[in-house]
């Protein structure tokens, strides 16, 4: 089979028009594989780290809900982007979408600069407070502040990811971020043992690979905006700073970062909870989350380009078109997922002795699988409806949801169950809320409220962007 039976680009996509089910898999195949690199670095650290000893696992396991914190903290300005890029694309306003992507990377580098010297900061005083142990804190510690450092690189990829996946052009961030990670797992090793001529920095080598990594990818997708070459184009002329932009940005944005950082804060506090128990249960659950994350990104993927999808055929007015994708995006995603899901009840304890030698942390990362596993169905639709409420414009109901999910349900019950069930406590507390959490979603998305458009055609901005597009082609000519 060729490739390009696989995989499109834009201009090969219709999101607003004809089949439904074609474009929403050619636009989520790309992005599915884009997020599983993008696993692929976490999951490089740990293997390789995991070498070290059991002290950093734990530090990465650590590490890692804290690094998602932060980035979630801005993630709502790419969202925000992703959104409005989406939407005036839909209406078929070009202009107004080039202007909006730029405006989001000016505002994102704001944003990036701040979270990365705060989080600098307050490195120590975060992993106090979720319990992290006296053997444990310095590893972290070294990991996380060269990630804090680096914050800009991480964040601005995604934000550039987020931007082509709003216009509808999916393959391009997936083609490099193959190559960041391919570059950041031979690198690892190199940097972490001190192989060949390079120092041996262990688990701040893992850190440095991942900034170094990610700031390429960054740099690549920073010029593929600027000449315009997969049809996006971003200006230095419309990067001044628009307040009133920045509060449509605001606007948007903010809910998006409360979901994402509700889903940062849940992983947080139930490594409090987790915390109480020994190094191994702790190691087990990092584990555990990371396959977790690594098996549902289909469903975020999904998610993402549902997202895009309803975006453009709400900017469109193709409400009936939007609400249809969401259903089918969901069914798909249940059946699939609950497939994924009995694959890992089968072989959890196998795919858990990958990370670690340890027949402790085997034994506790295998049985949190376990328990998990068969509710992966109900995780992946009710990302799906997240998706197009985002993409919709209407990120507080997502961000609500998450809330009421991860807030509501999970961390008080985990907190609960553990005084009688010990550690399997909060294994229940992930069943007991990933099966709500679809429900609590389906039912939301049933009433039709996200059926309206957020962005306005703003003939001015529009006019000046257009005249400006203009004699850039008659000087390129």
Known sequence: MKIDNIFRSKKD?????????????????????????????NLADMFWVGRLSKEALAAITFSYPMVFLFISLGMGVAVAGSVMVAQYEGANNRSMAEYAAS????FSLFVAVILGIGGFFLVVPVLRLLG???????LATDYLQ????????????????????????????????????????????????????????????????????????????????????????????????????????????????????????????????????????VAGYGIGIRVFSTVFLPALAVSRSVETMTGQNVGAERFDRAEQANYLAAKGMFGAMTLLGLIVFFTAPAIVSFFTPDQQVIRVG?????????????????????????????TLVAATIAILILGIIRYPLALYLTGNLGRTGIWWAFVVSNISGLFIAYLWFRRGAWKHKIVKEDAEKGEVAEELSSIEETISE
Not at 103 to 106: F, I, K, N, P, R
Not at 132 to 138: D, G, K, L, M, T
């Open 103 to 106: 405006q989001t990377v000016l």
């Open 132 to 138: 992290a142990s006296q053997e444990v804190i310095p």
């Open 146 to 281: 060269i990630v804090t450092l680096g914050l800009f690189s991480l964040f601005g990829f995604s934000v550039f990811i987020a931007l082509m996946r709003g216009y509808g052009e999916t393959l391009t961030p997936m083609l490099i971020m193959l190559l960041s990670v391919v570059l950041n797992i031979l690198i690892d090793p190199f940097l972490i043992f001190g192989w060949l001529w390079f120092p041996k920095l262990g688990i701040q080598g893992a850190a440095i690979a991942t900034v170094f990594c990610r700031g390429l990818g960054l740099v690549i997708g920073l010029w593929i905006l600027f000449t315009g070459r997969k049809g996006l184009k971003i200006r230095i002329s419309e990067m001044k700073p628009d307040y009133e932009f920045f509060k449509k940005i605001v606007r948007i944005g903010i809910p998006a970062s409360v979901e994402g950082t509700g889903r940062a804060v849940s992983v947080n506090a139930l490594l409090s909870v987790v915390g109480g128990f020994s190094t191994a249960v």
């Open 366 to 394: 295998g049985e949190f699988l376990r328990y998990i596993s068969l509710t992966f169905g109900f995780v992946g639709s009710a990302r799906v409806f997240s998706g197009g409420f985002r993409g919709a414009g209407q």
């Open 13 to 41: 996509i219709n999101l607003t028009s004809g089949s439904l089910a074609k474009p929403l898999f050619y636009l989520s195949l790309p992005v599915i594989i884009t997020n599983l690199l993008r696993t692929a670095y």
